[in-house]
């Protein structure tokens, strides 16, 4: 006798449980690890050292050129820039790009040390300990000083997991700015970010000698960070299953007929474009099929002479005109729902009967308000990081449900 085939709503309350299980073993895990992370690299900002992420493969690219955008480009009022660099395949061998720019202060992030092409990213981890960088990893035996260990071998949710723990080292971070005196060979005295810390995190006491006492502040704060992402994680999921298992028949349904992806999104939602398509091109699943998907953040030259000679506004509603075809999806991504290039290329995407999907944050903005995409998943919440961590579980789960 045949076994019934399951549901897509079951299916996505299978894929929603797995995630928050995995959310609460790695953090529970982790946390300690990671406030102690915190201290350390704040040390070496503090020294005047730099972030420098490294990754090969089409999904740790996204991830290098997230963490950095986070760093350089902060999202939450009061967080000071902090410089970060991404070396991935476009600058030639990572140990030749690292051997030149690589100081002893910096904080080098490894990401797929363990993939096909890790061992390049292993050698990069070498050349850095070697030089006396503080070096990260998300792989046990990559060969990094400190390495964080994801709960699972499902591909997509430790993408999750790690994109979560270094949103929270950019969030927390900051915590030891306000404590100098905890910061080897610095001074004892606020630094100018004019007491963001303390705005943000009321419940840290200016506690110059009391290490530990900080670390367990910013033990609990990764705590309910982590809870706040799990419980956000399901609040979208939840109300946008229906939603999401129609974007992803009708996403299915346009490969089916040979249509294309095309994504797109700005600064963080830029690399979550970046981590679908390479989803797309490069499935994570052998049994998956590779499906056609273009990355309208990726061509840098097209980008920045739109944006310069007739505005940024156009900047993906241009390429969607030389690209898009009717058939074809369009998924936009933006924490806002507002941003006036997103809007444009959904309009323009409509325009030659492409179908839209769109993952936004807060209230959903325009794009929920005025319905200006076929398919709208909205994560309500006004907190940058947490958004795009739902947003990252939502898309993950699309391409899933495209296979399925």
């Known amino acids: 006798m045949r076994a019934s085939p399951i549901s897509t ?34 040390e070496r900002f503090a020294r005047g050292g730099r972030l420098v992420a490294v990754g090969l493969s089409p999904g740790a690219r996204s991830d290098v ?91 997509s949710i430790r993408q999750e997991l790690i994109e979560t723990a270094y949103h929270v080292l950019w969030e927390l971070v900051h915590v030891f700015f306000e404590h100098r005196g905890l910061l080897e060979g610095r001074a004892a005295g606020p630094v100018h970010d004019s007491g963001a810390s303390s705005f943000l995190y009321p419940f ?14 910013v033990r609990a704060s990764i705590l309910l960070k982590a809870e706040e992402t799990g419980a956000l994680r399901e609040a979208t999921l939840g109300a946008g299953r229906a939603t999401l298992s129609a974007a992803a028949h009708a996403l299915r349904s346009s490969f089916d007929a040979g249509g294309k992806l095309l994504a797109l999104g700005n600064g963080g939602s830029a690399t979550d474009a970046i981590d679908l398509v390479a989803d797309l091109r490069y ?3 052998r049994e998956w099929t590779p499906r056609p998907a273009l990355d309208l953040t990726e061509d840098t030259a097209i980008i920045t002479a739109v944006a310069n000679d007739v505005g940024n506004e156009l900047i993906f509603q241009r390429q969607v005109i030389a690209y898009g075809r009717e058939g074809d999806t369009l998924v936009a991504l933006s924490t806002s729902g507002n941003s006036a290039n997103v809007i444009a290329a959904l309009a323009e995407a409509r325009r030659r009967r492409m179908a839209t999907v769109a993952f936004v944050g807060y209230d959903g903005g325009r794009v929920a308000a005025e319905r200006l995409a076929d398919h709208v998943v909205v994560t309500r919440s006004q907190h940058i990081p ?13 391409r899933e449900l495209v296979e399925s």
């Open 9 to 42: 709503d079951d299916r996505l309350g299978v894929m929603i449980a797995a995630r928050s299980v995995a959310n609460r073993e790695f953090f529970a895990a982790e946390a300690d690890v990671l406030a102690r992370l915190c201290h350390r690299m704040a």
């Open 283 to 285: 499935p994570p699943r």
């Open 204 to 217: 840290l006491a200016e506690a110059e000698s009391d290490l530990d006492s900080v670390l367990d502040d």
């Open 386 to 398: 947490r958004i795009q961590e739902a947003q990252a579980t939502a898309y993950h789960l699309l």
């Open 65 to 155: 050129r997230h963490v950095t955008v986070e760093f350089v480009h902060p999202v939450i009022v009061g967080k000071r820039a902090l410089p970060a660099i991404g070396l991935s395949r476009e600058g030639g061998p990572l140990t030749g790009q690292l051997e030149l720019i690589g100081e002893p202060d910096d904080i080098v992030i490894a990401f797929g040390a363990l993939e096909p092409e890790g061992e390049e990213v292993r050698a990069a981890l070498g050349l850095a300990r070697e030089r006396g960088c503080l070096t990260i990893a998300f792989e046990r035996g990559a060969g990094a000083e400190w390495e964080l260990v994801p709960p699972s071998e499902d591909p």
